[in-house]
């Protein structure tokens, strides 16, 4: 079981300038002796034949060839539209501007 002591949690705080209240420090030493115990806990897991990953699903490359293909025309597409205005959609005004 890994543990700091209240000396050395308030050795980190002064390195890193902060400022810690006795109950804080005491806490803290707490704290980190649960952090280190987990800590410990997945280095007794992890073996030499396991590798490291950074996401625990494999990740791979979704992306497929950027192809030219044939699509709808405007006019296609356009014509099952109730309006249209210069080969777009024209659809009702809904913020009252001109």
Same mark, same amino acid.
């Given at each position: 079981? +890994?543990?700091?002591? #209240?000396?050395?949690?308030?050795?980190?705080? *002064? @390195?890193?300038?902060?400022?810690?209240?006795?109950?804080?420090?005491?806490?803290?030493?707490?704290? =980190?002796?649960?952090?280190? $115990?987990?800590? %410990? &806990?997945?280095?007794?897991?992890? +073996?030499? $034949?396991?590798? !490291?990953?950074?996401?625990?699903? +494999?990740? #791979?490359?979704? =992306? #497929?060839? $950027?192809?030219?293909?044939?699509? @709808?025309?405007?006019?296609? %597409? @356009?014509? *099952? %539209?109730?309006?249209? /205005? $210069?080969? &777009? =959609? #024209?659809? !009702?005004?809904? @913020? *009252?501007? /001109?």
């Amino acid at each position: 079981m +890994s543990s700091l002591s #209240r000396d050395e949690v308030a050795k980190l705080a *002064g @390195l890193a300038r902060i400022e810690m209240s006795e109950e804080e420090l005491v806490s803290l030493s707490k704290e =980190f002796t649960v952090i280190l $115990d987990a800590v %410990a &806990r997945v280095q007794e897991v992890a +073996s030499a $034949d396991v590798a !490291p990953t950074s996401h625990p699903l +494999s990740l #791979r490359n979704v =992306f #497929r060839p $950027d192809v030219v293909v044939p699509s @709808l025309s405007p006019e296609d %597409a @356009l014509s *099952g %539209a109730p309006a249209q /205005e $210069d080969q &777009r =959609f #024209r659809v !009702p005004q809904i @913020l *009252g501007e /001109e």
